[in-house]
């Protein structure tokens, strides 16, 4: 379930294509594209080893909870306005796509730059978790270590 955003932010950015039980989509719909939404970010949240879960009414918590659920409601009227787009019969509009793909840009940046995303939503520190170091050389199942790597310089001839 949304605990980030709501359907009343969606609704607000809709004036024109009410939300409704029984409009088209209807809210069911929107609410699943914030769940998806919101589970998505949850999800790389958490293989990048930063916090899933942030407090309303808890400083940069509330920071946190602005930049995600900005996000979530960015896919879903994304989703809302193409599928809007569809049910009237208008398969060719685009509208919506560049939000959706914004989306999908920012799950990309959170993947990419982890550490520097960790300390936008720790308000200027990113966890330890997120900013480990992970390499080859470190995380080698093969049993090489670090020496194995080092490197070696020989001369085939003497320079006077």
Request: hydrophobic content about 40%; proline content about 3%.
């Amino acid at each position: 379930m949304a605990v980030w955003a709501t359907l009343e932010m969606l609704r607000g950015r809709l004036p024109h294509g009410a939300i409704t039980p029984v409009s088209a989509p209807d809210e069911t719909q929107a609410l699943g594209w914030l769940n998806y939404a919101e589970a998505r970010m949850r999800s790389v949240l958490a293989a990048q080893g930063l916090r899933t879960t942030y407090t309303a009414g808890s400083g940069t918590d509330d920071d946190a909870i602005l930049i995600l659920a900005e996000q979530a409601v960015n896919y879903a009227e994304g989703r809302f306005r193409r599928a809007k787009s569809s049910l009237e019969g208008d398969d060719e509009n685009l509208d919506g796509q560049e939000l959706v793909d914004g989306f999908d840009a920012f799950i990309d940046n959170i993947e990419d730059e982890a550490t520097l995303f960790g300390a936008e939503l720790e308000g200027g520190d990113a966890p330890e978790s997120a900013s480990a170091f992970r390499s080859h050389v470190t995380d080698d199942p093969t049993g090489l270590s670090v020496t194995d790597f080092a490197a070696r310089v020989s001369m085939s001839e003497e320079i006077d």
